[in-house]
């Protein structure tokens, strides 16, 4: 599978929605999430992503996002069409720290 990672929070620039060919992409007030079961690992996502914040689950320690990933998926709306991304999308890309100021 694939999981949106930590640089989508705050940035939120929802091109990957458009991509995704089984509308697996579920929106929280911050960021997105792809919902592991549903992604048929497609890969088209990735590159989509101006912030560079979608990883395949092959990469290490990726084991935490993807429980975030499917943690808030059951719990959040799906969301299939591109929207504006969040007002500080330029600022907060890259920030580190994001989880924790956001997620906690
Ligand atoms: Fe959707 Fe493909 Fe991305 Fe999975 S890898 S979330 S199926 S676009
Ligand atoms: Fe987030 Fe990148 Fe999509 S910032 S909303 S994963 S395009």
Redesign the pocket.
């Known amino acids: 599978t694939y999981v ?1 990672t930590e640089n ?1 929070i705050a ?6 929605v458009e991509v995704c060919p089984v509308d697996c992409f579920y929106e929280g007030e911050n ?2 999430v792809i919902h592991p079961d549903e992604c048929i690992d497609c890969g088209v996502c990735e590159p ?4 560079d ?2 990883r395949p689950d092959t990469e290490p320690d990726m084991e935490k996002w993807v429980e975030f990933n499917r943690k808030y998926s059951e719990m959040w709306p799906v969301i299939i069409s591109k929207k504006d991304p969040m007002p500080e999308a330029e600022e907060r890309d890259g920030e580190p720290g994001k989880m924790e100021k956001y997620f906690s």
């Open positions: 949106v989508c940035c939120k620039y929802t091109d990957c960021t997105l989509e992503c101006p912030a914040a979608i």
